[in-house]
T-cell receptor, first 115, second 114 residues
Framework: DAGVTQSPTHLIKTRGQHVTLRCSPI?????VSWYQQVLGQGPQFIFQ???????GRGNFPDRFSARQFPNYSSELNVNALLLGDSALYLC??????????????FGDGTRLSIL | KNQVEQSPQSLIILEGKNCTLQ??????????LRWYKQDTGRGPVSLTI?????NTKSNGRYTATLDADTKQSSLHITASQLSDSASYIC?????????????FGAGTRLAVHP
């Protein structure tokens, strides 16, 4: 079975542009979470979606938005890019966030560089 | 404030040796504690998940301990291998607003040398 897949793997943008990152969860998983990982730090929570509804939001500005589609894949959108948005963006999936002891399965991320 | 702190920040050991990584947390309400391994350029991979009532959990050469009273956890790696070179991230989960919120530590970067 395929794991969590993310696209693209690398992306270079300039300040002020917008970007869309994509994530396909493990088959059967209905929950997708997005994280930002700045170099040398642990991941920071951005969003969690379950059954196409937002279930949680981290401390990120409104420039960050996301959605989940009927097939449970997800997009993360970032508008008006800033240099500080340069990071590895990770997507993780799990069957149901209500079961707190389930591991989250991570993709290998999208490396976003802002020039 | 919910925080997870890890030590040391980085560690170098020789192949075959053992090592122990530390994690202290101030997270409430606590749900569970996880250890992840993250290879360079890859996403984190789950090693162990421990609930409040579990003191020890093993996964091959990896053994995690949890002391919920002192809010401390450790990850012990036995007979290290070159492939153990990675960042090890301690993650504490809490239930917030009906979803599982994960608080990540900054990780310990482990280098295993031949």
């Amino acid at each position: 079975d395929a794991g969590v897949t993310q696209s693209p793997t690398h992306l270079i943008k300039t300040r002020g542009q917008h970007v869309t990152l994509r994530c396909s969860p493990i088959s059967g998983h209905k929950s997708v979470s997005w994280y930002q990982q700045v170099l040398g730090q642990g991941p920071q929570f951005i969003f969690q979606y379950y059954e196409k509804e937002e279930r949680g939001r981290g401390n990120f500005p409104d420039r960050f938005s996301a959605r989940q589609f009927p097939n449970y894949s997800s997009e993360l959108n970032v508008n008006a890019l800033l240099l500080g948005d340069s990071a590895l963006y990770l997507c993780a999936s799990s069957p149901d966030p209500a079961y707190s002891n389930q591991p989250q399965h991570f993709g290998d991320g999208t490396r976003l560089s802002i020039l | 404030k919910n925080q997870v702190e890890q030590s040391p920040q980085s560690l170098i050991i020789l192949e075959g040796k053992n090592c122990t990584l530390q994690c202290n947390y101030t997270v409430s309400p606590f749900s569970n504690l996880r250890w992840y391994k993250q290879d360079t350029g890859r996403g984190p991979v789950s090693l162990t998940i421990m609930t409040f009532s579990e003191n020890t959990k093993s996964n091959g050469r990896y053994t995690a301990t949890l002391d919920a009273d002192t809010k401390q956890s450790s990850l012990h790696i036995t007979a290290s291998q070159l492939s153990d070179s990675a960042s090890y991230i301690c993650v504490v989960s809490l239930l917030s607003g009906g979803y599982n919120k994960l608080i990540f530590g900054a990780g310990t970067r482990l280098a295993v040398h031949p």
